[in-house]
Antibody, heavy 120, light 107 residues
Framework: QLQLQESGPGLVKPSETLSLTCTVSGGSISSSNYYWDWIRQPPGKGLEWIGSIYYSGTTYSNPSLRSRLTISVDTSRNQFSLRLSSVTAADASVYYC????????????WGQGTLVTVSS | SYELTQPLSVSVALGQTATITCGGSNIGSKNVHWYQQKPGQAPVVVIYGDGNRPSGIPGRFSGSDSGNTATLTVSRVQVGDEADYYCQVWDSDTGGVFGGGTKLTVL
């Protein structure tokens, strides 16, 4: 059974960089036709797609976050990561990683999510 | 940028049929996915593509889309179906797009 687990600091200071890693177990991140996504959800609000990466390193990103966003993959560790720079209070959210089945497919496996607070 | 519009809330009597809509420009030409999210949990896909159900999702859940509207239908609604429901598509310019979510309440 595929499992995804987010990890990283739960508290980030304003103007600093948010860094999270998603560890995939029970399957290979290098499997063809799967993409690996980040999604976030501010407390009490809806879902927002952040971006995705293919095992080859090709990335896709939300235009509203593109200038601050870096997504990378480490196939040797079966992990992919998110870095979001210059964070503000608006970036405080539960961050989820997920597997995307195909370029237009569903997000069929999700991590449990990790809450990131932005505060000095 | 591409946008999806959902009603904020839908209420339905126990055992009746709930219909949740998702509006988007020419959404009928896209693969629409629906997710169920219960409090404190990650979303779960309940319908993907052209009305397909993942294994483990009851047949009471169905989906359709045509023109500018996609619809998630939940038949014989149970108390356990109370949740937030999100529609989602992939757009060539915007990437992943979620609707704002609909809270389903069972009366």
């Amino acid at each position: 059974q595929l499992q995804l687990q987010e990890s990283g600091p739960g508290l980030v200071k304003p103007s600093e960089t948010l860094s999270l890693t998603c560890t995939v177990s029970g399957g290979s991140i290098s499997s063809s036709n799967y993409y690996w996504d980040w999604i976030r959800q501010p407390p009490g609000k809806g879902l927002e797609w952040i971006g995705s990466i293919y095992y080859s390193g090709t990335t896709y990103s939300n235009p509203s976050l593109r200038s601050r966003l870096t997504i990378s993959v480490d196939t040797s560790r079966n992990q992919f990561s998110l870095r979001l720079s210059s964070v503000t209070a608006a970036d405080a959210s539960v961050y989820y990683c997920a597997r995307q089945r195909g370029s237009n497919g569903p997000l069929d496996y999700w991590g449990q999510g990790t809450l990131v607070t932005v505060s000095s | 940028s591409y946008e999806l519009t959902q009603p904020l809330s839908v209420s339905v009597a126990l055992g009746q049929t709930a219909t949740i809509t998702c509006g988007g420009s020419n959404i009928g030409s896209k693969n629409v996915h629906w997710y169920q999210q219960k409090p404190g949990q990650a979303p779960v896909v309940v319908i993907y593509g052209d009305g397909n159900r993942p294994s483990g999702i009851p047949g009471r859940f169905s989906g359709s889309d045509s023109g500018n509207t996609a619809t998630l239908t939940v038949s014989r609604v149970q108390v356990g179906d109370e949740a937030d429901y999100y529609c989602q598509v992939w757009d060539s310019d915007t990437g992943g797009v979620f609707g704002g979510g609909t809270k389903l309440t069972v009366l």
